[in-house]
């Protein structure tokens, strides 16, 4: 479950880093740290709103009499928050590399594409 809502929140990330190139701009850092803060701004809120839903439908879990599946819920509710968090930390971290990657490797952004 928390690796498909991971999936998602990644898809919806990396979609609207794909739908953003500033007009008139550059290829290169800074172009690429724009289209990152274009696209952190965006899409944070959807993020957090889905990820906030859905840990706390987990976390309701916790107050089951039955132990195992309170268990789960609190286990899945923690892998929510932790997909959260890594979703707008480490990925766009990533973005980042992989454009200056494609950028050297290429000469221009989106490694040609």
């Known amino acids: 479950m928390v690796i498909g809502i991971g999936a998602d929140d990644l898809f919806i990330f990396l979609d609207t880093w794909r739908l ?53 819920g609190v286990l899945a509710g923690i892998g929510i928050v932790v997909d959260f968090a890594l979703t707008l930390s480490l990925w766009p971290a990533l973005l980042l590399i992989v454009d200056a990657a494609a950028v050297g490797a290429t000469g221009c952004a989106g490694g040609g594409k």
């Open 20 to 72: 953003y190139r500033p007009a008139g701009h550059a290829e290169g850092p800074a172009s690429a740290h724009a289209r990152l803060s274009h696209t952190w701004r965006r899409v944070r809120a959807a993020l957090f709103t889905t990820s906030l839903t859905t840990a706390l439908s987990f976390f309701t879990l916790a107050a089951t009499p039955l132990p195992v599946l309170g268990a789960l």
